[in-house]
C-alpha cells in the first residue's frame, strides 16, 4: 500500500472515530504499514479534521523520514505492535471513556468477556461462548519500559486484537482499514455494555 492511500484512508477514519467521541482533545493516534514503512499521526492534531500535513512517514525500521510534524511518543507502541503481530497493518488508538474507565475498574492484567454475541465482531471470534481476552497494561509515561512489557506478555500469551492501557485507552489492530475499524466499533460496544453490566451487578459478579 502506498503512502498516499493508507493516509487518506486514516484521515477517513479519524473522522468516524472523532465523531464517536473515542478521541478527545487531540488524543489518540493512528497508523498503517506501507511499501515504504508505516504512517503515523503526528502529535497535537485535532483527530477528527486530520490532513496530509498532519502524518508522518517512517521508514521500515520506524526511522522518520524528512518532516516537520512532530511524532508521537505513543509511535514507539505502534511499531512494537507492527513487529509483534506480523500480519498486522493498522493500528488504531483510542481514549474512549468506556476503554479508560473498565481498564481502571478491572485490576487484574486483563478484561475477559463472554456471553456476548457482539465478540464475533473479533476476528477469530466465532460464538458468544468463547472468552475474548484484552490484555491490560498499566499506563507508563515511559513508552519503551510499556513496549516491553507488551513484548513480554506477547511472547507467553500472543496478542490478537489489541491491548488496553490503564486509565488511558486502547490500542487495537487490523489487516485491513475495514477490519481494523469493525474490531474497534465490536471492543467499544462490548466495552460499553460491561459497564453498564457491571453497575447493575456489580463488581464481584
Ligand atoms: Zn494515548
Not at 482533545?25 to 511499501?35: E, K, L, Q, V
Not at 507488551?150 to 485507552?169: A, F, K, T, Y
Request: proline letters at 2%.
Amino acid at each position: 500500500m502506498h503512502n498516499n492511500t493508507a493516509i487518506s484512508e486514516l484521515i477517513e477514519a479519524g473522522k468516524w472515530i472523532s465523531q464517536r467521541g473515542w478521541v478527545p482533545a487531540t488524543g489518540g493516534n493512528f497508523s498503517a504499514r506501507t511499501n515504504s514503512g508505516f504512517v503515523v499521526t503526528a502529535s497535537g492534531f485535532d483527530k477528527g479534521q486530520l490532513g496530509s500535513h498532519t502524518f508522518i512517514e517512517l521508514d521500515h525500521v520506524g526511522n522518520r523520514s524528512a518532516s516537520a510534524a512532530k511524532p508521537s511518543a505513543e509511535t514507539e507502541l505502534h511499531l512494537c505492535m507492527y513487529k509483534l503481530i506480523p500480519a498486522a497493518n493498522y493500528v488504531l488508538h483510542t481514549h474512549s471513556v468506556a476503554a479508560t474507565v473498565l481498564s481502571r475498574v478491572i485490576k487484574g492484567h486483563s478484561l475477559d468477556l463472554d456471553g456476548y454475541e457482539m465478540q464475533k465482531s473479533l476476528t477469530g471470534i466465532t460464538s458468544h461462548l468463547d472468552t475474548l481476552s484484552i490484555p491490560i497494561f498499566d499506563n507508563d509515561q515511559d513508552i519503551d519500559r510499556l513496549s516491553l512489557l507488551v513484548s513480554d506478555h506477547h511472547l507467553h500469551m500472543p496478542i490478537e486484537h489489541g491491548v488496553l492501557i490503564r486509565g488511558h485507552g486502547l490500542y487495537v489492530v487490523g489487516r485491513t482499514i475495514s477490519e481494523v475499524r469493525r474490531q474497534l466499533e465490536g471492543l467499544e460496544f462490548l466495552f460499553a455494555c460491561e459497564i453498564e453490566r457491571l453497575k447493575l451487578v456489580g463488581l464481584e459478579s
